[in-house]
């Protein structure tokens, strides 16, 4: 069964570094999304993007953040300078337009 | 935006229980879906259900979208059904779709 993957599964960087998250959509799907998960609380979104530009973000996807589809496979989310509070998982889903959102098995980020 | 709550906040139950968790929205919604989160923090599908009853095991879900809820039973509770339990919502506005999740129902399977 297709599934949505991401990389790293857990990644530790220095407040003030630039982090990337690389996520692989499922292969038909046209929708793609960030959430994150600060620890103990809910899912929150992030953003959505369709036809290679952004749908729809959040007010906590302020400028710090940006994400790209570099080729035909790879979904991107870009923290320029983290913050010790952008520890959180985040997660990518996709989905065909109206149906289920398919999740990855998300990237624990940790900010030290 | 739309408001989701889940109830109850916290389930301890012994193995071979059955439970019913609730979820509650603020508005009509085209896209509802129930997760799974496991102790490793992946969130696992369980059901795609707008509207209706779907079942898949020992799991099944109802919707009533006219009366704005969901009930996701589990029966024969086993320890490995522990976890948190999200609701997610989308209310399609303008052709986008996001998903809005309620706080989870955590569920503790006790052997």
């Known amino acids: 069964e297709p599934e949505v993957t991401q990389t790293p599964s857990h990644q530790v960087t220095q407040m003030g570094q630039e982090v990337i998250l690389r996520c692989v959509p499922i292969?038909?799907?046209?929708?793609f999304y960030w959430y994150r998960q600060i620890l103990g609380q809910k899912v929150e979104f992030l953003v959505s993007?369709?036809?290679?530009?952004?749908?729809?973000k959040s007010e906590i996807f302020d400028d710090q953040f940006s994400v790209e589809r570099p080729d035909g496979s790879n979904f991107t989310l870009k923290i320029r300078s983290t913050k010790l509070e952008d520890s959180a998982m985040y997660f990518c889903?996709?989905?065909?337009?109206?149906?289920?959102?398919?999740f990855g098995p998300g990237t624990r980020l940790t900010v030290t | 935006g739309i408001q989701v709550e889940q109830s109850p906040p916290d389930l301890i139950l012994q193995e071979g229980a059955n439970s019913t968790l609730r979820c509650n929205f603020s508005?009509?919604?085209?896209?509802l879906q129930w997760f799974h989160q496991n102790p490793w923090g992946q969130l696992i599908n369980l059901f795609y259900?707008?509207?209706g009853t779907k079942q898949n095991g020992r799991l099944s879900a109802t919707t009533v979208a006219t009366e704005r809820y969901s009930l996701l039973y589990i029966s024969s509770s086993q320890t490995t059904d522990s976890g948190v339990y999200f609701c997610?919502?989308?209310?399609?506005?303008?052709?986008?779709?996001?998903?809005?999740f309620g706080t989870g129902t955590r569920l503790t399977i006790i052997p």
């Open positions: 889903a996709s989905s065909e337009r109206g149906y289920e959102q398919y």
């Open positions: 292969s038909n799907h046209l929708y």
């Open positions: 993007f369709y036809n290679n530009e952004i749908s729809e």
């Open positions: 508005d009509s919604v085209n896209n």
């Open positions: 259900i707008p509207s």
């Open positions: 997610a919502v989308e209310r399609r506005n303008f052709g986008n779709e996001k998903l809005t």
